[in-house]
C-alpha cells in the first residue's frame, strides 16, 4: 500500500505587509530585504482570527477539489507552532468546523520542517493499512508571534495555511516513496519563544521582556538550513537512484531565497525545477510547503508521475526531506 496526494489546497489572507509598510515601523528598507531574504510583501491574518481559521479554509478547498466528504477522514494532523490555544489542540478545532464525525487528530509541532514530518506519519498511517483517508495541513500564524519592533525577525514572516489529503493506493509506482528526518537540540537556543511555556510560565515580567515572541539568531539558522536540506535531498535522490534531472520539483521550505538558491545550486537543479513563492508570501512556517505545492498544482504545472522533493529546516532544529511522485492531472482552480 502506498500514500497518494489525491488534493491539495491553500489560504492565504487578504491583507498585505508590504515592505513600504514595513519601512515605516522599523529601520529598514526595500533593498535590504529584497537582496537579502527575496521577500517583498507577506499576508496578515486579522486579529481576532486563529490558526485554525485558514487551516479550516485550506482543508475545505481540498475537500471540495476531490468531491470528498469530510466524514470520510480517518485522521486529521495540523503541523503549527502557532496553535488556536496551548490546548485542545488545533486539530480538534479544525475537526469541529468541518463536521469530520469520524476521525481522530492532533497537532505536530515541527516548526518549518512540520508539514514533512506530519507527511511522513500520515504516509505511514496508510501504509500499514490503518488509514484509508489523512488530512495533512501546515498553517501558521506567525504574525501572533512575531515582534513588529524587531527589524531582524518582523520582515521574514508571514500567515498561510496549506492542506493535503492523502490517500491509499494499489500502484506501486505512485505517492510517498522515502524520507529523511533529522532533530538537534542543539540549535534550542537560535530559533525559540523564551517564555510562555512550562520551564517560564506567562509572568506580566515575561510580557515586559517581550519574551513571548520568536527570537531568533539567523547566521547559524542560514548556514546549518542550506547543510541540512541539501544533504537530506542530495542522500534520498542517491539512494533511490535518481539524479537532477529526474527531479520535476523541489518544493523547498521558504526562509530565504539565498538559502533556497544554495540548495537548488547545491542539488545541481535548473530554476525552473524549484518552486518559489517566498516573494509574495515571506516564511509562513509550516505552511510554506503546501502553499507553494498548491500554488504548481493550480497552474497546471504537474503531472502524473512526476518527481517531486520535499525540504525544510526549521526550529530545534529539526530537518529533513520526503520524496514522492505525483499522481493527480491536470490543475486544480482555487
Ligand atoms: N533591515 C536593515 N538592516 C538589517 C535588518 C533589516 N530588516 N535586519 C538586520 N539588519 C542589519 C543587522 O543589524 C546587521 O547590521 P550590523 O552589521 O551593523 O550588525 C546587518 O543588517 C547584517 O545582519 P545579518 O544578521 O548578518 O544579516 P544576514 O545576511 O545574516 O541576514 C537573515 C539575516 C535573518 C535574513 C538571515 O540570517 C536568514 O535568513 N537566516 C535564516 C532564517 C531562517 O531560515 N529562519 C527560519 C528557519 S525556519
Not at 491509499?168 to 532533530?183: C, E, M, Q, S
Not at 542517491?238 to 537532477?244: A, D, K
Not at 530565504?256 to 544554495?262: E, F, G, K, M
Request: contains cysteine; charged residues 20%; glycine residues 8%.
Amino acid at each position: 500500500m502506498r500514500a497518494i496526494i489525491t488534493a491539495v489546497g491553500h489560504y492565504v489572507p487578504e491583507n498585505k505587509l508590504t515592505n513600504a509598510d514595513l519601512e515605516k515601523m522599523v529601520d529598514t528598507n526595500d533593498e535590504w530585504i529584497v537582496t537579502r531574504t527575496g521577500i517583498r510583501e507577506r499576508r496578515i491574518l486579522d486579529k481576532d482570527k486563529g490558526t485554525s481559521y485558514m487551516a479550516v479554509c485550506a482543508a475545505e478547498k481540498a475537500l471540495n477539489q476531490r468531491g470528498m466528504s469530510a466524514d470520510e477522514l480517518d485522521l486529521i494532523i495540523v503541523a503549527t507552532v502557532t496553535p488556536d490555544m496551548m490546548f485542545p489542540t488545533t486539530a480538534a478545532l479544525v475537526q469541529e468546523a468541518l463536521a469530520a464525525n469520524n476521525c481522530w487528530g492532533y497537532d505536530l509541532s515541527g516548526g518549518c520542517t512540520g508539514f514533512v514530518c506530519a507527511l511522513s506519519t500520515a504516509s505511514q498511517f496508510i501504509e500499514s493499512g490503518r488509514h484509508k483517508k489523512v488530512m495533512v495541513i501546515g498553517a501558521d500564524k506567525m504574525s501572533a508571534i512575531t515582534n513588529y519592533q524587531d527589524r531582524n525577525t518582523c520582515i521574514l514572516f508571514g500567515d498561510a495555511a496549506g492542506a493535503v489529503i492523502l490517500e491509499a493506493t494499489d500502484d506501486p509506482d505512485l505517492g510517498v516513496k522515502d524520507f529523511i528526518l533529522r532533530v538537534d537540540g542543539f540549535g534550542k537556543k537560535y530559533l525559540y519563544m523564551k517564555a510562555g511555556g512550562s520551564l517560564k510560565p506567562a509572568t506580566h515580567q515575561t510580557v515586559e521582556n517581550e519574551e513571548h515572541y520568536l527570537y531568533q539568531d539567523g547566521k547559524p539558522v542560514f548556514k546549518q538550513a542550506i547543510n541540512g536540506m541539501a544533504t537530506t535531498s542530495a542522500t534520498l535522490l542517491e539512494r533511490n537512484n535518481l539524479s537532477s534531472h529526474d527531479l520535476r520539483l523541489l518544493v523547498p521550505h521558504q526562509a530565504n531565497l539565498r538559502i533556497i538558491d544554495a540548495v537548488g545550486k547545491k542539488l545541481k537543479l535548473n530554476p525552473e525545477q524549484v518552486a518559489i513563492n517566498i516573494d509574495r508570501y515571506g516564511n509562513t512556517t509550516a505552511a510554506t510547503i503546501p502553499l507553494a505545492l498548491s500554488e504548481y498544482y493550480q497552474q497546471g504545472d504537474l503531472k502524473i508521475g512526476d518527481w517531486i522533493l520535499f525540504t525544510a529546516f526549521g526550529a530545534g532544529f529539526t530537518w529533513g526531506s520526503l520524496l514522492m511522485r505525483w499522481a493527480l492531472n491536470g490543475s486544480a482552480s482555487d
